[in-house]
């Protein structure tokens, strides 16, 4: 049977938990669903439900490496069972034949899979709810302030996973962060869109037939020409392609002014049964992101981009006649924001060379993925196909004692992020935090400090709950 999942709202002033979870996106339900294996956990999310980015219906990117190796697993292998109830909730991983695996299912039977598991581990939850204020004391958090919709809320707590993003709660509780040098643009920010109706098969027949409209065979691991990776995409009989701006069809609309520039449509598929696809293809870049109001009126011209896609699409790119809009992402995407300064940093280098660590706590594998503004993007494989390490440092806040970072927002280099931000190695990285969190907040100790845990323990109860840290490439 379940545990009560609500917390008792006439004594939520007095409140106390072993873990509060900052932030209910991939990284934080990864922590949530692992810290309440072992502790009573709660979850703070500013909006009114929580999921973030995974109900967008974009592919879980980072938990396969390009070889094909799956390399995130445990809360993810939860999530993946739950959809699998459900009819047409899952696809699985598919290749597109450029540089990348993605697990693809259907963002609605996702949504209800993180509801029901945190149901099932007794997670509390509070929505629509905001950290302004963190207790701290050489560098131990002993409570938080929470904003709700009725008043303010003083939570006690032993530890503290900070999944907002942006490294909120470590910047609060007196830890050091860092964004986008002063020479740098923050990486654009898109709405995701749906369409359902899309004919697979005619869309497909247009890859196999025209390999240079769109982006393919970049990883040398595949070892395929660009019309032999259109085969197959073809032959996997799944819409997963990036229509690139680099080819007459995408190129020709942005140079009249039909479409927003963007590197490529990445066109994902997210239902069989209704033919629905997942489109991301939006972006605005300015450097006002970081600011709140410099993102007030981007949303709205998003929106603006979101019609004039789906225009192109129905009119111009065989497949999409007949089809229609089915949903619009309830968030803007967020590619890049703060990151924590920890006690190591995830660097590019580590990225590239698939480095490994006997201090890993979760694996990425994602390539070097860096947005600019209209069709720029860098993208840099990973070596060999491969994955490497995160190290158990790199989610801890420098001078803070019982604060772990994941997600996003966890130590490393600006080119580190932009593999490490993917849903995938945030959700592996939230259930690292997890565990670290709940290890810590078990030990009772009146001066706990993460750094006093054995990395040897973190990792053996993180196999245990099956992440995977180790037998693949």
């Known amino acids: 049977m379940a545990k009560d999942c609500a917390p008792d709202c006439s004594e939520r002033k007095d409140l106390a938990y072993d873990v509060i979870v900052a932030g209910g996106g991939a990284a934080g339900v990864g922590a949530a669903l692992a810290a309440s294996r072992r502790g009573h956990v709660l979850l703070v999310e500013t909006e009114s439900t929580v999921g973030g980015d995974l109900l967008t219906g974009m592919p879980i990117y980072g938990a396969w490496n390009s070889l094909g190796e799956q390399c995130v697993g445990g809360v993810l292998n939860d999530l993946m069972a739950e959809c699998r109830q459900q009819p047409d909730g ?15 299912l259907s963002p609605a039977a996702l949504h209800l899979a993180i509801l029901r598991l945190l149901h099932a581990c007794g997670a509390h939850v509070m929505l629509k709810s905001t950290l302004t204020r963190v207790g701290a004391k050489d560098g131990h958090v002993g ?20 999944a907002t993003g942006s490294g909120r709660v470590t910047e609060l509780a007196g830890g ?10 923050p990486q654009p920010m898109s709405l995701l869109f749906r369409m359902s109706g899309v004919s697979f098969g005619e869309f497909l027949r247009f890859v196999k037939e025209n390999p240079a409209e769109f982006l393919l065979a970049e990883n040398p691991v595949y070892g395929v020409t660009p019309p032999e990776a259109a085969q197959r995409v073809h032959d996997g009989g799944l819409p997963y392609a990036a229509l690139s701006a680099g080819g007459a069809l995408l190129g020709g609309a942005i140079a009249g002014g039909r479409v927003q520039p963007c590197t490529a449509f990445f066109i994902t598929p997210t239902s069989r049964q209704r033919r629905e696809v997942c489109i991301n293809a939006t972006r605005i870049s300015s450097t006002t992101l970081l600011d709140a109001r410099g993102t007030s009126c981007v949303l709205l011209d998003l929106a603006e981009q979101v019609h004039q896609s789906v225009a192109f699409l129905r009119a111009s790119v065989p497949g999409f ?24 940093s995830l660097t590019e280098s580590h990225v590239l060379n698939a480095v490994k660590s006997s201090e890993g706590i979760a694996k990425g594998a994602h390539h070097v993925d860096i947005h600019g503004s209209g069709t720029k993007q860098i993208r840099k494989p990973v070596h060999g196909g491969g994955t490497y390490d995160i ?21 490393s280099d600006r080119s580190a992020n932009g593999s490490l931000r993917l849903m995938g190695t945030c959700m592996a990285t939230g259930q690292a935090a997890g565990t670290m969190a709940s290890l810590l907040a078990e030990s009772r100790a009146k ?18 709950d099956g992440a995977i840290l180790d037998g693949i490439r």
């Open 90 to 104: 899952f696809i699985g991983p598919v290749c597109d034949w450029r540089t990348v695996y993605g697990l693809c």
């Open 143 to 162: 409570d938080v302030e929470v904003a709700s919709h009725d008043g303010l809320h003083r939570i006690q707590c032993a530890s503290v996973v900070d």
């Open 176 to 185: 050091q962060v860092e964004g986008p040098g002063s020479q740098e643009t």
């Open 321 to 344: 006649s007949g089809a229609c809009l089915s949903s619009v992402a309830h968030r803007m995407g967020v590619r890049e924001t703060k990151r924590i300064r920890g006690d190591e």
């Open 391 to 411: 190290p158990f440092g790199s989610l801890v806040p420098t001078g803070l004692r019982n604060v772990i970072a994941a997600g996003r927002c966890i130590s």
């Open 447 to 464: 001066n706990r400090d993460i750094r006093d845990l054995s990395v040897t323990r973190v990792r053996e109860v993180l196999r245990q």
